[in-house]
């Protein structure tokens, strides 16, 4: 009985590990209207014409899944430029008026789908 149980632990530590590798791990519904302002927030704040920022034209799609918001970028691999884009994200995501919004999560995907920064809720960081 203890062995089996001990498979099955052992199963399920390999299937999150495997599911932590790769692109995004955000689950639930799409919010297309999120996305949507959490871009023209980036474009208006950080992308203006003449003041836009050395990261802002780094970043591609911007969606939202269940609580995440996921930024994919152009970006080979996890650099300045993707704390950047955490942390204007962020200034929307964790902003007093989109409280009530129910998101806690910025991840910041490479230009391969990968993951190159995972911010988990306010007190996690942009690294």
Request: net charge neutral; aromatic share 6%.
């Amino acid at each position: 009985m203890k062995r089996i149980s001990l498979l099955g632990i052992f199963a399920l530590f390999i299937s999150v590990m495997l599911a932590g590798c790769g692109g995004s791990s955000a689950q639930g519904p799409d919010n297309p209207a999120q996305a949507q302002a959490i871009q023209k927030h980036l474009t208006d704040n950080f992308g203006s014409s003449g003041l836009t920022t050395s990261w802002f034209p780094h970043i591609g799609a911007v969606s939202v899944k269940g609580n995440t918001v996921i930024v994919q970028t152009d970006l080979p691999s996890a650099a300045e430029a993707a704390r950047g884009i955490c942390s204007g994200t962020s200034s929307y995501v964790f902003s007093n008026e989109n409280s009530s919004a129910g998101l806690e999560n910025v991840q910041v995907l490479g230009a391969n789908g990968e993951v190159l920064i995972n911010r988990r809720g306010i007190g996690d960081s942009c690294s």
